[in-house]
């Protein structure tokens, strides 16, 4: 079992920056990929970044730019560093796990998921 917990999401006006944090514990030792995922209100969920265990990344075209993925293998936490917020950016944020640490870092089988993070941009 993995257990997922987020923090960093907030209230922050259009231009400001937010980080957040995903912090894996449980079976995590042999490595994974990482994702975050957002889901605004009447809208699909997206992946909006991505990394595997060889430092591959995946970035959706919304974000590229603005928004960037690390991790720290030495705490087990990812991060999500999210510039130039905008309102289009407003939504809940996940991570999830995948087990497969070279699966691709877009669309990997993420079989584990955090109870999600609420971020809004105000304009």
């Known amino acids: 079992q993995v257990q997922l917990v987020e923090s960093g999401g907030g209230l922050v006006q259009a231009g400001g920056s937010l980080r957040l944090s995903c912090a894996a514990s449980?079976?995590?030792?042999?490595?994974?990929?990482m994702g975050w995922f957002r889901q605004a209100p009447g809208k699909e969920r997206e992946q909006v970044a991505g990394i595997n265990w060889s430092g591959g990344t995946y970035y959706a075209d919304s974000v590229k730019g603005r928004f960037t993925i690390s991790r720290d293998n030495a705490k087990n936490t990812v991060y999500l560093q999210m510039n130039s917020l905008k309102p289009d950016d407003t939504a809940a944020y996940y991570c999830a796990y995948s087990s497969d640490r070279f699966a691709p870092p877009r669309g990997a089988a993420y079989g584990y998921w955090g109870q999600g993070t609420q971020v809004t941009v105000s304009s």
């Open positions: 449980g079976r995590t030792f042999n490595g994974y990929t």
